[in-house]
């Protein structure tokens, strides 16, 4: 097949790319700069999802599309990407003849109010309308969001102490899923993606600390009320049916060793 991965070089699409590429699919990789290293069997197109610039000839030709693109932020620095982007990218997709759009979503956004949630919740919309057919996938918070905002608190001698359940994954087993998807084709609204622990917020914050070897007090941090109800019902932990899989939070930083906090570019990178 032919694949393009939209944001094919992020926290996310790097290991869309290599997984695609690794079980023979031809790869393109669509973003605004070219990568300095492709791994062989993929090809960069440049694109840019704000205004449409070269979306037409990177996706002509195309089976299939991943959509790993992001900004972070808050809803209204985000969407110009995730849902005015998106809505451009279908439309030149449905142009191309593309059979599949496959979409990555976040776990808990139609219970959360946050203004980046319900972007996502918008872009899902646009994607269910759109002429294109599709494939939704909602997945948990990234191993490498928990560690940027943990390593974020640190430096003022404190990490978060609350309470509420998550369920961290390991994004490289996302991009199996993600891939596995493309292969059997629309399915709609897939089953939730999560990491294989679900622990408060506040756990593995303390585990963060022992792991690193930072001394951190853990403290409360004030949220508004309606996100704080809908965190503590476990609205970011998928119910029955979802996927599970990866490395758990603790092994996963087990296994990185010492690697910088993520760049904040990358900070809500669901994702999350």
């Known amino acids: 097949m032919e694949i393009a991965v939209v944001g094919g070089t992020g926290t996310l699409g790097r290991p869309v790319v290599l997984g695609l590429v690794a079980r023979g699919h031809a790869v393109?990789?669509?973003?605004?700069?070219?990568?300095?290293?492709l791994p062989p069997g993929a090809?960069?197109?440049?694109?840019?999802?704000?205004?449409?610039?070269?979306?037409?000839?990177a996706l002509a030709g195309v089976d299939a599309v991943v959509d790993a693109a992001n900004r972070a932020g808050s809803g209204r620095t985000a969407a110009p990407v995730i849902v005015a982007g998106t809505r451009r990218l279908l439309t030149a997709a449905a142009h191309a003849g593309v059979g599949h759009h496959v979409a990555v979503s976040i776990v808990g956004i139609d219970a959360v109010p946050?203004?980046?949630?319900?972007?996502?919740?918008?872009?899902?919309?646009?994607?269910?309308?759109?002429?294109?057919?599709?494939?939704?996938?909602?997945?948990t918070q990234f191993h490498e969001l928990l560690h940027w905002g943990f390593g974020l608190t640190a430096r003022a001698g404190f990490v978060p102490g609350l309470r509420f359940p998550v369920a961290p994954l390991d994004p490289?087993?996302?991009?199996?899923?993600?891939?596995?998807?493309?292969?059997?084709?629309?399915?709609?609204?897939?089953?939730?993606?999560?990491?294989?622990?679900?622990?408060?917020?506040?756990?593995?914050?303390?585990?963060w600390a022992r792991v690193r070897g930072r001394r951190a007090v853990p403290l409360p941090l004030p949220l508004p009320r309606g996100a704080r109800r809908a965190l503590a019902a476990g609205a970011l932990v998928p119910g029955h049916g979802a996927v599970t899989g990866g490395p758990s939070f603790g092994d996963w930083l087990r296994a990185a060793g010492e690697p910088g906090p993520p760049a904040r570019a990358r900070a809500a990178e669901v994702v999350g």
């Open 114 to 139: 946050l203004s980046y949630y319900r972007a996502k919740l918008s872009q899902e919309d646009a994607v269910e309308r759109s002429a294109v057919p599709w494939s939704i996938v909602r997945a």
């Open 43 to 57: 090809e960069h197109r440049a694109i840019d999802l704000e205004t449409g610039a070269g979306l037409g000839d």
């Open 172 to 207: 490289r087993f996302l991009a199996g899923v993600l891939a596995d998807a493309v292969v059997r084709g629309p399915g709609g609204r897939l089953a939730p993606v999560a990491g294989p622990q679900v622990a408060p917020l506040g756990e593995l914050a303390r585990t």
């Open 28 to 37: 393109r990789v669509l973003t605004r700069s070219a990568p300095a290293v």
